[in-house]
């Protein structure tokens, strides 16, 4: 089977699993600190879903030819940006939402637990997008406001909540 990764080109043995392949495809992107993003394996597109043990242990010689292509972390944020960004503001509008629910007395929490993960995901990415461009990093800000938040949750404050939503977490998230 012929591979090809970003242009270079090599050969892999013909008793090489396709698990054998990707470790070394991946090891060979790491190398040059790069991250594997696309590839196809014979015209089909293999994502993460479509590597599983059956496909992993078949060998390389049923196959003609494997084409990856990879990009640093910096370019793959770089291209998401303007996602992160959608992102970003659809976390502070479900917070404003929220915030406005707790004003006005509702103390069903469950929408607010679902919404956490979001805050998760969306505080993981204003730190990888700080260390990116070298600011300092704002999580541990963040992180002492959720631990209120959720400390006033936990006595069902909803007021404290609606105010450490507003005033101190969703303007750190939008910044």
Do not use: C
């Amino acid at each position: 089977m012929n591979i090809q990764l970003d242009g270079e080109q090599w050969q892999a043995g013909s008793t090489a699993t396709l698990g054998d392949v990707l470790v070394d495809l991946s090891e060979r992107a790491h190398a040059r600190s790069r991250i594997v993003t696309t590839v196809v394996l014979d015209s089909h597109r293999i994502t993460d879903r479509d590597i599983e043990p059956q496909l992993l242990q078949q060998t390389s010689s049923n196959y003609r030819q494997l084409v990856a292509t990879s990009a640093t972390q910096e370019e793959i944020l770089e291209s998401a940006h303007s996602a992160i960004e959608r992102y970003r503001s659809l976390v502070v509008a479900e917070g404003t939402s929220l915030a406005n629910q707790f004003r006005m007395g509702v103390q069903d929490l469950s929408s607010f637990d679902a919404w956490l993960g979001k805050v998760a995901d969306a505080v993981e990415i204003i730190e990888n997008q700080q260390k990116r461009i070298g600011t300092q990093s704002q999580e541990n800000a963040i992180a002492g406001w959720i631990e209120e938040l959720l400390t006033a949750r936990h006595i069902h404050d909803t007021v404290r909540m609606a105010d450490l939503l507003e005033y101190e977490i969703l303007p750190r998230i939008a910044a």
